[in-house]
């Protein structure tokens, strides 16, 4: 059995958190415990069948209180397996020494965060089916980009994060409104004679009309809304962060992932996250890191 046990950030954390810890399961045919979505299961019909909220939450409660007492018991370390950054071995689902270790134990209980350049999931159909949202919202998505998409022939889905992103790895990604003007005209130069939308997808309400576009279209302004918005562009650029990872995934689209603040110069810069994540590669050191993670 493995279980995944973090709470480990907002939406996007923990649907690749959940989509790794499926990935595991299928590779190693071990039964799976999740617990890092929580109360974001309520947006997904699948996740239903894990049971009404009340259960879930008692489940969660007990398996946690299990785990304590496991953690004391000097004979069950080595069920407990941390992922991220800092560890020194591969934890993919794709790994052949890394599976036959989780094969080997009665329980896996895994823990951290796993960085997505360093996994790969063999499969992805079963992930998608079970973190699509529920019809209403898809059917709110459709009506919603469906007056841009009567007007462009192609769509670009932006993600500005400006909210949590003034702090974390020190503002690094904190790019102004202005410079996704500069991204816009950018991407309308890639795609000579036809005609290209935009859908401006925030976690703060940001001052499009300051950008003097008609070909833009902003959120729908909830995260459910938002983040399936994003997924059904045809392409998606913003900030390094796994909220639009998921989307490009989920909508098998391409994506870009702006490291700095520099405007798009080739298609050939995006790439669909179709089970390996390449595209959320920090490419940092382990001394930036440490140092930016002091800081944060």
């Known amino acids: ?43 997904f019909p699948a996740a239903q069948r894990w049971g009404p909220v009340w259960y ?19 004979w069950m370390k080595e069920c407990f397996v941390y992922v991220g ?3 020194d071995f591969n934890y993919s689902p794709t790994d052949p020494g890394f599976v036959a270790k989780v094969k080997s134990r009665w329980l896996t209980i895994i823990e951290g965060f796993p960085e997505p350049a360093k996994v790969t999931f063999p499969s992805t159909g079963a992930i998608r089916k079970t973190f699509t949202p529920s019809q ?15 007007n462009a022939n192609v769509l670009i889905g932006i993600h500005v994060r400006h909210g949590d992103y003034a702090l974390y790895y020190g503002g690094r990604f904190l790019y102004p409104i202005t410079f ?27 001052p499009l009309e300051s950008l003097h576009r008609a070909n833009i279209l ?10 399936y918005s994003l997924a059904a562009c045809d392409y998606l650029i913003g900030p390094p962060s796994t909220f639009s990872l998921w989307a490009a995934f989920h909508g098998r689209k391409p994506i870009l992932h702006l490291f700095e603040p520099r405007v798009p110069s080739s298609l050939n810069d995006f790439m669909i996250p179709d089970g390996h994540f390449e595209c959320l590669d920090f490419k940092l050191s382990i001394e ?6 002091r800081d944060w």
């Open 1 to 43: 059995m493995i279980i995944v046990s973090e709470l480990r950030g907002q939406l996007g954390n923990r649907l690749f958190l959940c989509a790794y810890g499926m990935a595991l399961a299928e590779a190693t045919h071990q039964r799976l415990i999740q617990l890092c979505l929580h109360h974001y299961s309520d947006h």
């Open 56 to 74: 879930q939450f008692a489940s969660r409660k007990l398996v946690r209180i299990f785990i304590q007492i496991l953690r004391h018991l000097p």
């Open 85 to 87: 950054w800092m560890v």
């Open 136 to 150: 209403t919202i898809l059917d709110a998505v459709t009506r919603h980009l469906s007056p841009l998409r009567s």
């Open 180 to 206: 996704y003007g500069d991204v816009m005209d950018a991407m309308e130069k890639l795609f000579p004679g036809r005609k290209v939308g935009f859908l401006v997808c925030s976690d703060v309400a940001q």
């Open 218 to 227: 902003p959120g729908l302004g909830d995260l459910l809304g938002d983040l």
């Open 288 to 293: 930036e890191r440490q140092l930016i993670h």
